[in-house]
């Protein structure tokens, strides 16, 4: 994955609360503290997929936006999204709450931890997301990255991983390109049999 310089966030945030407020399900929004209403980021949000070239699968990614973490009396309460007019997304913003805002703030947690203990080895913090395998991970940038993931398959979030390297990261895109082939063969399978089933008409009656 060749390095890259990112766009830097350099829009207002005038008006964030009402936007939390509108976006947020009811009871989320109505425990949030204004006076006490913090903004963790905005950084860099790339989408990623992998790509076979030249005989080699590699990862690609492009930025799309940004993400932050808004804390209300330091607890995380959502996680909030802004992308590039000419990205290929439905909305320009995008908010969520609930146990999405937990797990990025345990691996928020993570990496600015790895940060403090290593001060060298990372230039930047970012987000790296592969919608199609439903992997997201915290995407340490520098000459050795780590990855921590937010998000590593469709059932459930994976707090407290981390995955060192490219080579890493592409092991586990890799398992969950297997996975999802898998799972695809097995309703190929199951559609066939069900369509089989309709199709076969129903045994005689005796007597």
């Not at 060749?2 to 939390?20: E, I, W």
């Not at 006490?36 to 076979?52: C, Q």
């Not at 992997?135 to 050795?144: E, F, M, N, S």
Request: hydrophobic content about 45%; charged content about 20%; glycine content about 6%.
């Amino acid at each position: 994955m060749p390095a890259q310089r990112s766009v830097k966030f350099r829009q207002p945030l005038d008006g964030l609360t009402d936007v939390l407020r509108r976006q947020l399900p009811p009871a989320e929004a109505a425990a949030l503290s204004v006076v006490d209403l913090t903004l963790i980021g905005p950084m860099p949000l790339y989408i990623g997929s992998v790509v076979r070239r030249t005989g080699r699968h590699r990862i690609e990614a492009s930025q799309v936006g940004w993400r932050g973490l808004v804390r209300s009396e330091a607890a995380p309460v959502a996680v909030i999204e802004w992308y590039f007019p000419r990205a290929p997304l439905p909305a320009s913003l995008s908010v969520r709450g609930g146990e999405p805002a937990l797990a990025l703030s345990t691996a928020l947690e993570h990496a600015y931890g790895l940060m403090q203990a290593r001060p060298h080895a990372f230039s930047e913090i970012r987000f790296l997301s592969f919608p199609s395998l439903f992997l997201t991970v915290v995407w340490l940038h520098g000459r050795r990255p780590a990855y921590i993931p937010t998000r590593t398959d469709a059932r459930g979030r994976s707090p407290g991983l981390l995955i060192e390297g490219r080579p890493a990261l592409m092991k586990l895109a890799m398992q969950r390109i297997q996975q999802r082939a898998r799972s695809a063969a097995r309703q190929d399978r199951a559609t066939a049999t069900e369509a089989q089933d309709m199709n076969t008409p129903p045994a005689p009656l005796n007597g």
